[in-house]
């Protein structure tokens, strides 16, 4: 029988089938019962996520009469009365969708909500964040849409639902621009959920899951706009005004006293704004601006001086998730002024949500967030009327309109402020209809309750494969990239509800503001009955337009297969209807519920579908599709488990099939041709039994999930606890997740392979063991050489290093085979040395994903003796490393070193041959190219004159022609040659592109003080105090990212000249250069993280 290796204990014990998944970031998320508990395989003893369900009020669909209570349709509701909470499913997002680009956790509960989570990567905690209610926004378009029914009801509501007001024939008449302009718009019906309009119902980023709602939050909110008009006057003298000045890229506006004229310059004086106290400065003023040209480009269009304008700023209500008619007055692009260091700052405003409005100040790179007090509309000039316009927006609750406006404090005070708000004439629009909170909810027939009932009921969510636009048409939101993913969610009417999420186009390390935006994209009537299962891949048959399959089952025990396309998914928009054919319904309707589903497209056979159904009477099916000719063969049906099939998992490529059941068994398959034989779990484990604290009393199984390498299986069993200690053990262990090592399963029973290896020299295992080790080890290494697939290769890793300390003939055995096939092309076994060496000799020709892969292995495996730190920062001095190491290391070490110099020398000609393509074009503005922004040129020349002698002589040339560039690449990117120390201020010198010393403070008595600093991984400048992106593995820091081409790149440009006018775009996510690994903010030790190696 098979042993685990590792186990993970449980305080509450899983319900459901599939409670238990894996994600791409090495991350374990299992259902048990109202917690969801994430775990690092890595650390299975460390700390952990963990998401509490809380208790839910059910939605105000309405109410039904007594005597309905008994109807036929209302007799589950009737019956059900465990109103605890709990998990029904779970479901991982494929990474980039969260805000630090990791993944997405979907959650439906046993009350039909679904709700999305992210990682608290800046919140110091376990718990983790909810982003987005899926629930919330169906029920939102389901009222709107009236549930579907012919006949609407007037609607009524009870104290706990939000007043609404109602608004008939508003007719907004045009005004001029001094006048007060209202306007109370409700969101309108078709607004589209990923414009800025939208984002208050759909891209809510909350804080803090649990926080108290504000007063406003169960009231009826409407924004409106008011207009302030401030004549440009005679100045006089002491009159508070505004200056505007150039702080770099900058526009600001500093306030001031006039002090005294001299002819047409004016004295103000201003708040210290230099070292030097400047406070005086002469400005020019000037009222003559109607005869400025309107061609003329926008610093010309009004006045650097203006009166002082202290209104605008906008209301903290106004981000408020209910708040109406703010999709009319925000909008993205936007200009607006932020106050900050006590004086306005032009920029754009980019989005918003509940946390704040995310803002683009000009000229600074990245965006910031900001309150909605500190921002307010940027001011207008009209030049015809010379006055100031400012946009005020104010809000109103419950119809008690806040006041329209100011009023002096007395006649006098009017009478000598010339900047005053208009007021708005009385509109003859019919007035508001408030609907009383003492009324009840709408008097609905049981059909009708129960037909909404289903609708909002949730029963399972799973995310689809990620799926992207390459055309020049944008299908995105404006703040989103053209990659996306999409949940389904299926619940108890028979219909799937399709949202679809993009990637963000920007990610962050050091706050949780970036928007995620959910759009309803369409629903699909897929069966009469309960949907209770869901499964996708990705069908790639044709790649400029690939297809995806959605496997659904019932419980009525149908299964049907639907083909959807890519470029019509996302371009869809049409709720009542989600572009999906339907390809086959492989099993028709029987007594028998569909429990699990599992479906996989064989990267080998790119035209079929092997899809696993598993069933409520303990048997499942296995079926064959090829797409191409739409035939569907049954493989067969098996009743291999006693009880429900709660867990079904492919692995090896559709090779392998793993089940397991209720009645606690898990069976391993291995498809030959058109038949499927059960053979054993594999027996032997690699490495120490670390778990043998554990009881093993288990009685269930609830679900199964593969390692993204296939070499291990994960297990979600539950504890009998009654044959548990009830004093210590039932109180804290009520399941388990248990993982087993299958790197050594068997998958071709035929084959008769012959070792290339002394098997005496490996007691403990089989000959055959060895080799099926052997060939799964190198099959997983070979899909990682994939740039698309996510390098997580902790189970790779940690299989090599179990068998390194007994065998470590064995795995360098491995490792020369899988040199010697994935990067020479050759099958025969040189030496080790000499694999290396012409391994190196040939990184020119090698993709950049296998060298990261290369550098992985290098790192982990073979030098894991040593610290990272240590590796890096002897690059430059490698005899001093390994004088007490062995000798064979030291080639290791140099395969490695000359591996990551390989991929700096890529980096650098990216930077390079992307300023000079800027230069030749003649642009001033990366923005504006939408490329990739280079920083660190200064750093990199230094670089490359210190390594002169071991880089290429295509990148001393580029380094040449930058040099040339002298003055004018301070005025074409962001050019420092000067560093210095963010804790002393002292000069930096460049010695070492990995870590720099500052040149320190120098005491009376001889003694200095000097801090090391980390460099950039990316721009080799040095790193910032404020949080850094950090790789786990190679344990470097970075500021700045890599462009996305630079890890899809096949191998060193022939000539980086041609890249000139295709340099790398703007959107990249943060992946490590020198290791391909997603990198992540740094975590204290008491908090959970993944561990991706």
């Not at 430059?876 to 591996?899: F, I, P, R």
Request: glycine share 6%; net charge negative.
């Amino acid at each position: 029988m098979a042993s685990r290796f590792q186990a993970c204990p449980l305080v509450a014990s899983p319900l459901y089938p599939d409670a238990v998944a894996w994600s791409d970031e090495n991350l374990i998320a299992v259902a048990s019962g109202h917690l969801v508990t994430i775990l690092n395989p890595a650390l299975p003893y460390g700390p952990r996520g963990l998401i509490t369900i809380p208790d839910s009020k059910p939605f105000p669909i309405g109410v039904i009469e007594r005597k309905d209570l008994l109807s036929g349709c209302l007799l589950p509701t009737c019956l059900s009365r465990d109103r605890r909470p709990c998990v029904r499913s779970i479901s991982w997002s494929h990474p980039g969708l969260a805000p630090n680009a990791g993944c997405l956790l979907a959650v439906c509960t046993v009350d039909g909500r679904v709700k999305l989570y992210r990682q608290p990567f800046c919140e110091f905690r376990a718990e983790w964040v909810e982003v987005i209610d899926i629930s919330d926004m169906l029920y939102d378009y389901l009222a709107k849409i009236s549930f579907g029914e012919v006949d609407s009801i007037s609607s009524e509501f009870s104290d706990g639902q939000a007043t609404q007001l109602c608004i008939e024939n508003v007719c907004a008449d045009d005004l001029p621009n001094s006048v007060v302009k209202k306007g109370r718009k409700r969101r309108k019906d078709n607004e589209d959920p990923g414009t800025l309009g939208g984002q208050l119902s759909y891209a809510v980023n909350s804080e803090d899951a649990n926080a108290v709602s504000s007063p406003f939050t169960e009231r009826s909110i409407t924004a409106f706009t008011e207009v302030a008009v401030f004549p440009c006057l005679t100045f006089k003298e002491g009159s508070p005004i505004e200056v505007l000045n150039l702080d770099g890229s900058q526009r600001v506006w500093v306030s001031g006293i006039l002090e005294r004229f001299d002819g047409a310059k004016a004295l103000v004086q201003l708040p210290e704004t230099d070292k030097n106290g400047k406070q005086n400065e002469w400005v020019e003023i000037n009222t003559e601006y109607d005869k400025i040209n309107e061609s003329t480009d926008r610093e010309n269009h009004f006045p650097k001086v203006r009166p002082s304008m202290n209104v605008g700023n906008l209301p903290k209500e106004i981000l408020l998730a209910n708040c109406h008619g703010v999709g009319e007055i925000l909008s993205s692009g936007q200009v607006v002024e932020a106050w900050t260091n006590d004086r306005w700052v032009e920029g754009l405003l980019m989005s918003f949500d509940e946390g704040g409005l995310l803002v683009k100040l000009h000229g600074d790179i990245g965006c910031v967030t900001l309150d909605a007090i500190s921002v307010r509309l940027a001011p207008l000039w009209m030049s015809e009327q010379k006055l100031w316009q400012v946009t005020i927006v104010k809000i109103e609750t419950e119809g008690q309109e806040l006041p329209k406006v100011v009023e002096a404090k007395s006649t006098k005070e009017k009478e000598n402020n010339p900047h005053q708000i208009v007021s708005v004439p009385k509109s003859k629009a019919k007035p508001l209809k408030v609907i009383p909170e003492s009324c009840t909810l709408p008097l609905i027939s049981a059909n009708q309750y129960a037909s909404r009932s289903a609708m909002l009921s949730s029963l399972v969510a799973a995310w689809s494969p990620m799926l992207s636009s390459s055309g020049n048409e944008p299908i995105a939101p404006s703040n989103s990239s053209n990659c996306c993913s999409l949940l389904a969610v299926g619940g108890k009417c028979g219909r799937i509800s399709f949202w679809r999420i993009h990637e963000p186009l920007c990610y962050s390390v050091d706050h949780s503001r970036v928007p995620i935006a959910a759009m309803l994209v369409g629903f699909l009537k897929a069966h009469n009955k309960w949907i209770t299962a869901i499964s996708w891949s990705l069908l790639l048959v044709d790649a400029s337009n690939p297809q995806v399959l959605l496997v659904t089952g019932s419980s009525d025990g149908s299964v049907k297969v639907w083909l959807g396309y890519s470029k019509e998914l996302m371009k869809s928009s049409e709720a009542n209807h989600a572009p999906f054919s339907l390809l086959k319904e492989v099993i028709t309707v029987d007594s028998v519920p569909v429990s699990v589903l599992s479906v996989i497209v064989p990267e080998r056979s790119l035209h079929k579908m092997h899809l696993a159904v598993g069933k409520g009477s303990g048997s499942f099916e296995v079926w064959i599709c090829d797409i191409s000719t739409r035939k569907f063969d049954k493989v067969g049906s098996y009743d291999a488990h006693d009880h429900v099939v709660t867990g079904l998992a492919w692995a090896f490529d559709g090779c392998c099939l793993y089940s397991c059941s209720q009645d606690n068994s898990v069976r391993s398959w291995i498809l030959c041709g058109s038949s499927l034989c059960e053979v054993p779990l594999p027996s032997n484990t690699p490495g120490v039994n670390s778990s043998a604290d554990l009881p093993n009393v288990f009685d269930s199984c609830f679900g199964v999930s593969v390692s993204s390498g296939n070499l291990v299986l994960a297990v979600a069993r539950s504890f009998d606890v009654g044959l548990l200690n009830q004093m210590y053990q039932a109180r804290t262990q009520k399941a388990a997740v248990e993982f087993f090592w299958i790197g050594g399963q068997e998958l071709d029973i035929s084959s008769s392979r012959i070792p290339e290896f002394n098997i005496e020299a490996f007691p403990g295992f089989s000959e055959k063991e060895l080799l099926n080790w052997e060939s799964n080890i190198l099959w997983s290494l070979k899909q990682y050489e994939h740039p698309d697939k996510p390098l997580v290769v902790w189970d790779i890793t940690a299989a090599l290093l179990a068998f390194k300390q007994s065998a470590p003939k064995y795995v360098e055995g491995i490792l020369i085979k899988w040199l010697s096939i994935s990067y020479v092309g050759s099958h025969l076994s040189p030496s080790t040395e000499e694999m290396l060496l012409h391994t190196s000799r040939i990184f020119q020709k090698i993709t950049s994903r296998q060298l990261h892969l290369l550098n992985i292995i290098c790192r982990r495996v073979v030098l894991s003796v040593l610290k990272a730190d240590k590796i890096n920062t002897k690059q430059q001095n490698l005899g001093e490393l390994y004088d007490a190491e062995e000798e064979q290391m030291t080639s290791w070490m140099e395969l490695l070193l000359s591996s990551e110099r390989e991929l700096r020398e890529r980096l650098v000609g990216f930077s390079f041959s992307a300023i000079l393509s800027l230069v030749f074009q003649s642009a001033t503005d990366f923005s504006r190219l939408g490329c990739w922004h280079p920083v660190g040129l200064a750093q990199m020349e230094r670089w490359v004159a210190l390594d002169h002698d071991h880089l290429q002589d295509q990148l001393k040339l580029l380094a040449s022609e930058v040099g040339n560039l002298d003055s004018r690449l301070l005025s074409i990117c962001d050019y420092v040659g000067a560093e210095q120390c963010s804790y002393c201020s002292a000069s930096v010198p460049f010695e070492s592109p990995e870590v720099a010393f500052c040149q320190g403070v120098k005491y009376s008595d001889g003694v200095g003080q000097s801090h090391r600093l980390a460099r950039c991984a990316v721009s080799m400048r040095v790193c910032p105090t404020t949080p850094l992106w950090f790789c786990v593995c190679c344990q470097r820091w970075a500021s700045k990212l890599a462009p996305q081409t630079f890890f899809k790149m096949p191998r060193y440009p022939l000539d980086f000249k041609s890249t000139r006018f295709s340099t790398p775009e703007v959107f990249s996510k943060p992946l490590c250069p020198f290791c391909g690994i997603l990198q992540q903010r740094s975590q204290p030790d008491f908090l959970l993280s993944p561990s991706p190696v």
